[in-house]
Protein backbone atom coordinates (compact mmCIF):
# COMPACT_ATOMS: atom_id res chain seq x y z
CA UNK A 1 0.00 0.00 0.00
CA UNK A 2 1.45 3.49 -1.09
CA UNK A 3 0.80 6.36 0.46
CA UNK A 4 -1.04 9.78 -1.70
CA UNK A 5 2.19 10.87 -2.97
CA UNK A 6 4.28 7.58 -2.77
CA UNK A 7 5.02 5.01 -6.09
CA UNK A 8 7.30 2.31 -6.13
CA UNK A 9 10.87 2.37 -8.26
CA UNK A 10 11.70 0.52 -10.69
CA UNK A 11 15.07 -1.60 -11.86
CA UNK A 12 16.77 1.30 -13.44
CA UNK A 13 16.20 3.87 -10.70
CA UNK A 14 17.35 1.35 -8.05
CA UNK A 15 20.28 0.48 -10.13
CA UNK A 16 21.12 4.21 -10.46
CA UNK A 17 20.49 4.86 -6.57
CA UNK A 18 22.76 1.43 -5.92
CA UNK A 19 25.78 3.14 -8.78
CA UNK A 20 25.71 6.37 -6.90
CA UNK A 21 25.24 4.45 -3.15
CA UNK A 22 26.70 1.15 -3.90
CA UNK A 23 26.98 1.20 0.39
CA UNK A 24 23.63 1.04 0.72
CA UNK A 25 24.04 -2.73 -0.26
CA UNK A 26 26.97 -3.59 2.20
CA UNK A 27 26.49 -6.75 3.28
CA UNK A 28 24.89 -9.72 4.34
CA UNK A 29 22.70 -8.33 7.23
CA UNK A 30 21.54 -5.22 5.20
CA UNK A 31 18.20 -5.20 3.80
CA UNK A 32 17.63 -6.33 -0.23
CA UNK A 33 15.85 -3.98 -2.27
CA UNK A 34 13.04 -4.58 -3.75
CA UNK A 35 11.65 -2.94 -6.94
CA UNK A 36 8.02 -2.66 -6.92
CA UNK A 37 7.51 -0.13 -9.93
CA UNK A 38 8.49 -3.12 -12.27
CA UNK A 39 6.61 -6.42 -12.71
CA UNK A 40 8.32 -9.74 -14.04
CA UNK A 41 6.31 -12.18 -16.35
CA UNK A 42 7.68 -15.21 -17.19
CA UNK A 43 6.73 -16.68 -21.18
CA UNK A 44 3.92 -18.39 -19.15
CA UNK A 45 0.30 -18.11 -19.88
CA UNK A 46 -2.61 -19.75 -17.75
CA UNK A 47 -4.50 -21.31 -21.21
CA UNK A 48 -5.92 -18.27 -22.07
CA UNK A 49 -2.92 -16.71 -23.53
CA UNK A 50 -3.14 -13.82 -21.07
CA UNK A 51 0.53 -13.12 -19.09
CA UNK A 52 0.66 -13.61 -15.42
CA UNK A 53 2.69 -11.06 -13.52
CA UNK A 54 4.27 -13.94 -10.87
CA UNK A 55 7.54 -12.15 -9.44
CA UNK A 56 9.47 -9.08 -8.87
CA UNK A 57 12.92 -7.90 -9.66
CA UNK A 58 15.14 -7.19 -6.33
CA UNK A 59 19.07 -5.91 -5.72
CA UNK A 60 20.56 -7.87 -2.69
CA UNK A 61 23.81 -8.29 -1.57
CA UNK A 62 26.06 -11.97 -2.20
CA UNK A 63 28.74 -13.61 -2.22
CA UNK A 64 30.89 -11.52 -4.55
CA UNK A 65 29.23 -7.85 -4.37
CA UNK A 66 25.70 -7.09 -5.70
CA UNK A 67 23.20 -9.29 -7.50
CA UNK A 68 19.97 -8.66 -9.40
CA UNK A 69 17.53 -11.62 -9.43
CA UNK A 70 13.66 -12.07 -9.96
CA UNK A 71 11.98 -12.99 -6.80
CA UNK A 72 8.71 -14.77 -6.99
CA UNK A 73 5.61 -13.48 -5.02
CA UNK A 74 5.74 -16.97 -3.02
CA UNK A 75 8.94 -15.99 -1.84
CA UNK A 76 8.47 -12.93 0.48
CA UNK A 77 10.21 -12.50 3.27
CA UNK A 78 11.80 -9.90 5.93
CA UNK A 79 14.72 -9.73 4.15
CA UNK A 80 14.17 -6.89 1.67
CA UNK A 81 12.33 -4.18 1.52
CA UNK A 82 10.61 -1.96 -1.18
CA UNK A 83 12.37 0.97 -2.80
CA UNK A 84 9.69 3.94 -2.99
CA UNK A 85 10.10 7.65 -4.25
CA UNK A 86 7.66 11.00 -2.94
CA UNK A 87 6.32 13.49 -4.88
CA UNK A 88 6.18 16.73 -3.06
CA UNK A 89 2.43 17.85 -1.83
CA UNK A 90 0.81 19.94 -4.36
CA UNK A 91 2.19 18.93 -7.59
Same mark, same amino acid.
Given at each position: $????? +? /? *??????????????? +? !?????? +??? $? %??? *? @? +?????? %? @? *?? @?? =?? /??????? *?? %????? =?? !???? /?????? !??????? /??????
Amino acid at each position: $MYTVN +E /F *GLGSLEAGSIILTHP +E !RLGGFL +ELS $M %DCP *G @D +EFAPNV %D @D *GH @DA =KI /FSGTPNY *GF %DIGGI =KY !RIYD /FSAISG !RSGSATG /FLPTGV
